[in-house]
C-alpha cells in the first residue's frame, strides 16, 4: 500500500502526500502519534518463528 500511495506517484513525477485523514490523526490525537513508528517497527502481525528454530524446555 505504501508503494502505490507514496513511492509510484513520486517515481512518476507526481507530488506524493500522505493521505488527509491520518495527517489529521497524527496532528490532533497525542496516542496516535507512536502509533506509525511502532507499526513499523514490529509489523502488523507478529513474526513466529519456524518449529526448529524454537527453544525447547
Do not use: N, Q, W
Not at 10 to 19: E, I
Not at 37 to 45: D, E, N, V
Request: charged share 25%; no cysteine; aromatic share 12%.
Amino acid at each position: 500500500m505504501l508503494h502505490r500511495t507514496m513511492f509510484v506517484p513520486a517515481f512518476a513525477g507526481k507530488g506524493a502526500r500522505p493521505p488527509r485523514p491520518l495527517v489529521f490523526l497524527a496532528r490532533h490525537l497525542p496516542a496516535f502519534k507512536k502509533f506509525p513508528s511502532k507499526l513499523i517497527a514490529y509489523g502488523p502481525r507478529p513474526e513466529h518463528a519456524p518449529d526448529f528454530a524454537r527453544r525447547t524446555a
